[in-house]
């Protein structure tokens, strides 16, 4: 089997690279190899059982078509600031270009045109007064939000169109490693229910995601792909009541704070902003349950849940940040039986646990059911807990009321993006015929930012 194109993984990245030579008129063949099923066909059984079920041999929310995102809040960042490292790469001008070409596609398919954090009254600088005074900086990005539920009818728009161009899909299909031949690239091995397979092709893409950046980081150490450590982000999901977010809400909808907090100054920043959001578990390899939230459009509930990452740059000897965070979260999964960990902000203050009954007295409810009240520093980094802390404290002077005893933080919240790939302008590795995009690859940070780079991408294989 040989294609002119084969892309590993059918997130954003990848898809958008598929969707640029198609829509550019390439006559390329192309495949397409994705571990999980069709967005049609994935369903989180949660919702029926009420927890979770540890679906195998994937969960169905990191994995199938359009990645974590057809299950994400579905937030598009429209803004070069906001999504990862790429525009030191190609420059920002053309970073926000690729950006504002892309939310056109987005919107083809369906996206809503409405566009938040806009919003140009008082209110703005009255946040930015606050957060100057807490020594935060305020980042201004205009969001347009998909929801949950619409990004999977957006995606599953854009899996039939590729379909019907004749882009081959091959889902429930797992990569397992790229064949190299006098150091050149050419083609994948795969293993689907039927056995293992080789599929040779003149360009292999991967764009695996979050969700498949430890096994990138494997195969760039086994195959002698240039990279190196990057930035691993290590924290909390907090959740609050709605009317302590209301301002934030109404003005930016998305609030993107970051400090740099006393001991150590470690870059702190709120993340995935989710008003009448859901907090969510999401399962990775080895049963590693991760916390992460989602923001439906119609549905909504009385609170606002957002992360707070810590940043952990890491020098020499020291070069697996992936496998430290893995670590860390298993410890968190091992204290809480398998589940994810709720603590309130004041028990955390007072060195103790948090009970079940608390909560239940709390105005504060936690959205996601099956979350185990417990002490979430018992497994966190001193460091780590140490930062969230005095962020939460820093944030307080900008949002009052959000270091409230009630706040929950959820743990663990981590970032599987720590890789970075060396490529140049024209995302070429070291290895010819290679390219590697998207979150795995250490250049993206979330929906738009891994989708932009697809474009680039497939105006590259043109």
Request: proline share 4%.
């Amino acid at each position: 089997m040989k294609y002119d194109v084969i892309i590993i993984g059918a997130g954003p990245a990848g898809i958008f690279t598929a969707l640029e030579l198609v829509r550019s008129g390439a006559k390329k063949k192309i495949l397409m190899v994705e571990k999980g099923k069709p967005v049609d066909k994935r369903h989180c059984p949660k919702s029926e059982t009420g927890k979770c079920m540890n679906c195998k041999p994937n969960c169905m929310i990191t994995t199938g078509f359009s990645g974590a995102g057809a299950f994400s809040d579905g937030k598009l960042s429209l803004s070069c600031e906001v999504g990862g490292d790429l525009p030191t790469l190609i420059g920002e001008e053309f970073a926000q270009e690729l950006i504002n070409y892309t939310d056109k596609i987005y919107l083809e398919f369906g996206a809503d045109e409405h566009v938040e954090g806009v919003y140009e009254g008082e209110e703005i600088k009255e946040i930015r007064k606050r957060a100057i005074r807490a020594g935060l900086q305020l980042v201004n990005c205009p969001i347009r939000h998909l929801g949950t539920e619409k990004a999977q009818q957006l995606y599953l728009n854009i899996q039939n169109y590729l379909l019907e161009q004749g882009v081959e899909i091959l889902f429930d299909t797992e990569c397992e490693n790229i064949i190299l031949e006098d150091e050149v690239c050419k083609g994948v091995r795969i293993v689907t229910k039927a056995g293992e397979q080789e599929i040779f092709g003149d360009e292999i893409v991967i764009g695996t995601g979050r969700r498949g950046a430890d096994w990138l980081e494997k195969v760039c150490a086994e195959n002698g792909i240039a990279h190196r450590p990057g930035t691993v982000d290590i924290g909390v999901r907090v959740e609050c009541r709605n009317e302590v977010m209301e301002m934030i809400n109404k003005v930016l909808y998305e609030g993107k704070l970051i400090g740099y907090p006393k001991p150590w100054k470690n870059k702190v920043r709120t993340f995935c902003q989710n008003p009448g959001g859901f907090v969510s578990q999401e399962n990775y390899d080895n049963n590693l349950a991760v916390v992460n939230g989602h923001s439906y459009k119609d549905l909504k509930s009385e609170n606002t849940n957002l992360s707070i990452l810590v940043s952990h740059n890491f020098t020499e000897p020291f070069n697996q940040p992936i496998a430290y965070a893995q670590k860390v979260g298993e410890l968190t999964n091992m204290l809480g039986a398998g589940h994810i960990l709720v603590q309130r902000y004041g028990d955390i203050l007072d060195g103790k646990r948090t009970w079940p009954k608390e909560l239940q007295r709390s105005n504060v409810k936690p959205t996601l059911k099956d979350a185990v009240a417990g002490d979430i520093t018992a497994a966190m980094p001193y460091r780590a807990m140490t930062n969230i802390i005095e962020f939460i404290r820093m944030l307080d002077e900008v949002v009052p009321g959000f270091a409230s005893a009630e706040t929950l933080l959820y743990s663990p919240e981590l970032k599987f993006y720590s890789n970075k790939v060396k490529m140049d302008a024209d995302l070429n590795t070291n290895i010819k015929g290679l390219h590697c995009l998207g979150d795995s690859s250490g250049w993206t940070r979330g929906l738009m930012m891994a989708s932009a780079m697809g474009v680039l991408m497939g105006r590259r294989l043109l």
